[in-house]
T-cell receptor, first 114, second 111 residues
Framework: KAGVTQTPRYLIKTRGQQVTLSCSPI?????VSWYQQTPGQGLQFLFE???????NKGNFPGRFSGRQFSNSRSEMNVSTLELGDSALYLC?????????????FGPGTRLTVL | TQLLEQSPQFLSIQEGENLTVYCNSS?????LQWYRQEPGEGPVLLVT?????EVKKLKRLTFQFGDARKDSSLHITAAQPGDTGLYLC???????????FGPGTRLSVLP
């Protein structure tokens, strides 16, 4: 099986712009979660989508949004970019959730905001 | 607020040595996972533990979930340079959803 893919791998934007990141989960996986990773805050949960519905949400401002399509692919959007949004954005897919919710991470998109 | 603490923050050892890293919280979790992350890559899941007192082994790695499900440890026997990486623990209150990650232990194994 192909792993989780994320595009683009690297992105440079300026303050005030918006950005859309894409994640293709492992075939058959219905849950996609997004995380932000920074040196100062570590890995922080953004949100999770399951069968096209947002099931869980972390503590991030409304500038961060996402969606999931019927083929389970997911996109994450950040509007009005701030310097502090510079981070590695990771998505993780899992088959169905549950207590053994085994998450498989993609390589991430490195976003730099200038 | 960091709900999960990991110690030590950094660890540098020689090949062949043994080591233990820890993940602690004041909260009770329904499940806990350990990941290893290498530079430029996403974290890779090593193990999931759900039962208090549970011990799982993965080759030279031994994982233990505390009896009260508030803490966990990862023990590596005879460390190798390939074990180098950032070790992250992640825990869930609600059965596999809303995982919270610890800050990680950065391990360096020198040949």
């Amino acid at each position: 099986k192909a792993g989780v893919t994320q595009t683009p791998r690297y992105l440079i934007k300026t303050r005030g712009q918006q950005v859309t990141l894409s994640c293709s989960p492992i075939s058959g996986h219905r849950s996609v979660s997004w995380y932000q990773q920074t040196p100062g805050q570590g890995l922080q949960f953004l949100f999770e989508y399951f069968s096209e519905t947002q099931r869980n949400k972390g503590n991030f401002p409304g500038r961060f949004s996402g969606r999931q399509f019927s083929n389970s692919r997911s996109e994450m959007n950040v509007s009005t970019l701030e310097l502090g949004d510079s981070a590695l954005y990771l998505c993780a897919s899992s088959p169905y959730g549950g207590v053994y919710n085994e998450q498989f991470f993609g390589p991430g998109t490195r976003l730099t905001v200038l | 607020t960091q709900l999960l603490e990991q110690s030590p923050q950094f660890l540098s050892i020689q090949e062949g040595e043994n080591l233990t890293v820890y993940c602690n919280s004041s909260s009770v979790f329904s499940s806990l996972q350990w990941y290893r992350q290498e530079p430029g890559e996403g974290p890779v899941l090593l193990v999931t533990v759900v039962t208090g007192g549970e011990v799982k082994k993965l080759k030279r790695l031994t994982f233990q979930f505390g009896d009260a499900r508030k803490d966990s440890s990862l023990h590596i026997t005879a460390a190798q340079p390939g074990d180098t990486g950032l070790y992250l623990c992640a825990a869930s209150h609600n059965y596999g959803q809303n995982f919270v990650f610890g800050p990680g232990t950065r391990l360096s194994v020198l040949p």
